[in-house]
């Protein structure tokens, strides 16, 4: 009788301590429930979503005119070809396979930055809305990526040097903004890292298309649903 | 008075288990109600202070899950549109041909096709006392790392948790939350990603992937898993690719 009630407290006491323990991690785990964000973090989130949403309704509004234009052009005919072409020249500029002309912002590097540091400053800049970007006269695409190579960085097998020039075609003033606030990614560069960057705007910068193959080869097309 | 009559009694074995785990479950009750207290005391904030705020992002989230629908929508119209106009027209035909290159190429079009598969979620363990609990959670630069040695390593197409990365695609961390492309994603993060034969070993041995985030996952546990797989199916992207701030300089034939 005595072993049984020992047995049953001691279950007891493991069952609370593995309530207890469960309770503990939840405590400590990142809150993914919306919730329970800290304000701070949330306020970011609404401003963060906020532009991106604004950046889709453009987006959704412009292909809703391209769909009234091939409409009007009755899909055939020169018209439609025309349309067509639009179509080509903006997703070959998004993909990186052609130039593209306009303003935004130039940032002038020169120090020891490495294939993190390099890449970060990449990833600002998309994340600040960037719409194409070149690392002197090497175009960034979804697959080009800064890493150290034998004697240099290296991106897309092009040696980069100890002073290069970011191009970013953009909003000049968010761009800007968003590299030189305070706590920003240059702050964070120059103080870690031995390096000056120097951003200025530009109404006249021209990003180059790629010169790496990026067409998939192991990758084939599957059918949308 | 006999000796017998001042000795105390000897407790019996079984009153000194019943003590044992009386005390024991006394310090696990009082732990588990200054548990069950700070959940309620936080829950109360959460509920006055920040629920403006959470329901703001969440009508966001949902608004701009509308339009993500709506854009994809969209394009398939326009594809639709194009594939119709190739059969009336050898100049459509070809130049739709290129288009569909360029969509495959850009990261636009769904794909399939033999790669890697990467999971990696926050670490399991109790932090210990005076470590940094950040330590012990996925990071947007975890991501970024293994995002940037896949490509490194010759992968041709990339998803993170069913966002497809693209050229002007950002990992971004607000707090400890993590914005790709337009998604708020959590862990388990899963990472896709399609690319020729001997991509996951190219990938687990690039500098990218073990100079910094295999050592966080070896000390602080986070989890982590990944191995080749094939018949990958990855999405197109859903999102803008227009150019408000620049022109595309392109010559386009026919």
């Known amino acids: 009788m005595s072993a049984r009630i020992a047995q049953l407290s001691l279950f007891a006491v493991a069952l609370l301590i593995g309530i207890l323990l469960v309770a503990q991690l939840r405590s400590q785990a990142r809150p993914t429930e919306i919730s329970s964000l800290p304000a701070q973090e949330l306020s970011q989130l609404i401003d963060t979503l906020s532009e991106r949403n604004r950046e889709l309704r453009t987006g959704l509004a412009d292909l809703r005119e391209t769909l009234r234009e091939y409409r009007v052009a009755g899909s055939q005919g020169q018209s439609a070809l025309e349309v067509s072409r639009e179509d080509l020249r903006r997703i070959t500029a998004f993909g990186g396979l052609a130039a593209v002309d306009g303003q935004g912002l130039v940032l002038e590097v020169e120090g020891q930055l490495d294939a993190i540091a390099l890449n970060d400053l990449i990833n600002e800049l998309r994340n600040a809305a960037a719409e194409a970007i070149a690392v002197d006269d090497i175009r960034i695409t979804h697959r080009s990526v800064a890493v150290q190579g034998p004697t240099s960085l290296v991106i897309d097998g092009v040696e980069v040097g100890t002073q290069f020039t970011i191009s970013a075609i953009g909003d000049p003033d968010g761009l800007l903004n968003a590299m030189e606030r305070p706590g920003g990614i240059i702050a964070q560069l120059e103080q870690f890292i031995q390096a000056t960057i120097v951003a200025r705007q530009s109404d006249d910068i021209l990003v180059p298309a790629t010169e790496a193959d990026i067409q998939p080869t192991a990758a084939e097309a599957a059918i949308a649903e | ?254």
């Open chain 2, 1 to 254: 008075m006999s000796l017998s009559a001042v000795r105390r009694p000897r407790p019996s074995p079984r009153a000194t288990w019943g003590i044992t785990i009386a005390g024991a479950l006394g310090i696990i009750g009082f732990v588990g109600a200054a548990q069950w207290n700070s959940s309620v005391e936080r829950q109360a904030f959460t509920s006055s202070a920040q629920q403006v705020l959470a329901d703001q992002v969440l009508e966001l989230e949902a608004e701009q899950q509308q339009l993500r629908e709506d854009i994809a929508e969209a394009e398939a119209e326009v594809r639709r549109i194009q594939e119709d106009a190739t059969s009336s027209s050898a100049a459509l035909a070809a130049l739709n041909a290129q288009l569909e290159a360029a969509r495959l190429a850009a990261g636009l079009t769904p794909v399939s096709g033999s790669g890697v598969v990467v999971e990696i979620s926050d670490s399991n363990r109790i932090v210990p006392p005076g470590e940094n609990p950040a330590s012990y959670i996925v990071l947007v630069d975890d991501l970024r790392d293994i995002v940037t040695a896949l490509w490194a390593s010759g992968a041709e197409a990339i998803e993170i948790d069913g966002e497809r990365l693209v050229a002007s695609s950002s990992i971004y961390g607000v707090g400890a939350s993590v914005l790709v492309n337009t998604s708020f994603l959590s862990p388990p993060f899963r990472i896709e990603a399609v690319g020729a034969d001997g991509l996951l070993d190219r990938f687990q041995s690039h500098p990218a992937f073990t100079g910094r985030v295999a050592q966080r996952i070896e000390f602080f546990g986070l989890e982590y898993a990944a191995a080749a797989t094939d018949g990958l199916e990855l999405p197109a992207f859903v999102g803008t690719t227009r150019f408000r701030w620049g022109v595309p300089v392109a010559e386009v034939t026919p």
